[in-house]
Antibody, heavy 122, light 111 residues
Framework: QVQLVESGGGVVHPGTSLRLSCEAS????????MHWVRQAPGKGLEWLAV????????YYADSVKGRFSISRDNSKNTLFLQLNSLRLEDTAVYYC???????????????WGQGTLLTVSS | QSALTQPASVSGSPGQSITISCTGI?????????VSWYQQHPDKAPKLIIY???NRPSGVSNRFSGSKSGNTASLTISGLQSEDEADYYC???????????FGTGTKVTVL
């Protein structure tokens, strides 16, 4: 079955960097766009970024543009999110999710991973 | 693009029907049916329950239905059951970018 497993979260200090990973299985990873979405504790969902099937196009939410970078390694069926200059407000559960289209224009996310918790604390 | 607006909470008794609204959807998202809904139980990942305004993925109960009117989308849960108690989020795709936006979320309580 389709499965997405995030990893890489933890506790970090403000100003540091971190890379999250999302390992995909059960589908042809290389033909679908992929997304990152986050959820701060007790808050709603926030879309962060999408990358096209071949990694040639990336789009970001204004809130993370310039600090976060999405990438993928299709040979390893793995999606990444590089987070730089981390702030207290980046504390959240980070989810990866599969698009239904190659370019990231499928319009919805299905399925989602279980999420990885990142805590930014001084 | 700001978050789409949803009521903070909706409640109903078992067997009743409830409707959750999602307002502020862009015209192109409405025209091209780029609206989806997600169910999230506590400490769980969101799950797609409606896509393209009205479509249900395989395995999702037909008690869930979606609709739209103007720039507002709605999710209706019929025959409310205890397992429907969860948070619900709408989402839309915006072709002009940034590409996706979620609603503020609605907590559904089964009385």
């Amino acid at each position: 079955q389709v499965q997405l497993v995030e990893s890489g979260g933890g506790v970090v200090h403000p100003g540091t960097s971190l890379r999250l990973s999302c390992e995909a299985s059960g589908f042809s990873f290389s033909i679908y766009a992929m997304h990152w979405v986050r959820q701060a504790p007790g808050k709603g969902l926030e879309w962060l970024a999408v990358i096209s099937y071949d990694g040639s196009n990336q789009y970001y939410a204004d809130s993370v543009k310039g600090r976060f970078s999405i990438s993928r390694d299709n040979s390893k069926n793995t999606l990444f999110l590089q987070l730089n200059s981390l702030r207290l407000e980046d504390t959240a559960v980070y989810y990866c999710a599969k698009d239904v289209a190659a370019a990231g224009t499928g319009g919805f996310f299905d399925p989602w991973g279980q999420g990885t918790l990142l805590t930014v604390s001084s | 693009q700001s978050a789409l607006t949803q009521p903070a909470s909706v409640s109903g008794s078992p067997g009743q029907s409830i409707t959750i609204s999602c307002t502020g959807i862009s015209s192109d998202a409405v025209d091209y049916n780029y609206v989806s809904w997600y169910q999230q139980h506590p400490d769980k990942a969101p799950k797609l329950i409606i896509y393209e305004v009205t479509n249900r993925p395989s395995g999702v109960s037909n008690r869930f239905s979606g609709s739209k009117s103007g720039n507002t989308a709605s999710l209706t849960i019929s025959g409310l059951q205890s397992e429907d108690e969860a948070d619900y989020y709408c989402s839309s795709y915006i072709s002009s970018g940034p590409l996706y936006v979620f609603g503020t979320g609605t907590k559904v309580t089964v009385l």
